[in-house]
């Protein structure tokens, strides 16, 4: 797995806001997880450190939180639409990808227009760029 990380032509990472509720459980799920993924875990505790923590019910609507469905363009413009889920949720094909991968740890707080570049396979720059955020509140009640 390739974690999202600071490339050397890359500009500081994007700020992040994640609401006092997720940041909880988000901290107690990584620091269980350090033994069995620590790669994952770190990246995901390091997200953690630098967010902004808010109130829950002060989190701004564009963010990207625990249950939000994400759309983002891709390197190549490839446009995927995702829902950021603890562990036992995820379900790559029904688009459920959990925080606990590199993916899922570098989505958490950013918001539409947000962009964070990593190193993939073979050394590799990738760049995903964040679209539209809606949170299950958001949606209607069909979907």
Same mark, same amino acid.
């Given at each position: 797995?390739? *974690?999202?990380?600071?490339?050397?032509?890359?500009? %500081?990472?994007?700020?992040?806001?994640?609401? #006092? =509720?997720?940041?909880?459980?988000?901290?107690?799920?990584?620091?269980?997880?350090?033994? $069995?993924?620590?790669?994952?875990? #770190? %990246?995901?505790?390091?997200?953690?450190?630098?967010? $902004? @923590?808010?109130?829950?019910?002060?989190?701004?609507?564009?963010?990207?939180?625990?249950?939000?469905?994400?759309? =983002? *363009?891709?390197?190549?413009?490839?446009? $995927? $639409?995702?829902?950021?889920? =603890?562990?036992?949720?995820?379900?790559?094909?029904?688009?459920?990808?959990?925080?606990?991968?590199?993916?899922?740890?570098?989505? @958490?707080?950013?918001?539409?227009?947000?962009? =964070?570049?990593?190193?993939?396979?073979?050394?590799?720059?990738?760049?995903? *760029?964040?679209?539209?955020?809606?949170?299950?509140?958001?949606?209607?009640?069909?979907?």
């Amino acid at each position: 797995m390739n *974690t999202p990380t600071q490339t050397p032509h890359s500009q %500081a990472l994007p700020p992040i806001v994640v609401s #006092e =509720f997720d940041h909880q459980r988000l901290s107690a799920l990584a620091n269980d997880a350090l033994a $069995r993924s620590p790669a994952v875990a #770190e %990246a995901l505790l390091t997200e953690l450190d630098r967010a $902004r @923590i808010v109130a829950s019910d002060a989190l701004p609507r564009d963010a990207i939180g625990m249950h939000s469905t994400v759309e =983002f *363009t891709s390197h190549g413009g490839q446009q $995927r $639409r995702v829902q950021l889920v =603890f562990p036992a949720e995820a379900d790559i094909a029904e688009g459920k990808i959990s925080v606990m991968t590199p993916l899922g740890a570098a989505l @958490i707080g950013l918001s539409p227009g947000q962009s =964070f570049e990593w190193v993939g396979p073979g050394g590799h720059p990738n760049r995903l *760029t964040v679209i539209s955020v809606a949170h299950p509140s958001d949606r209607p009640a069909s979907a």
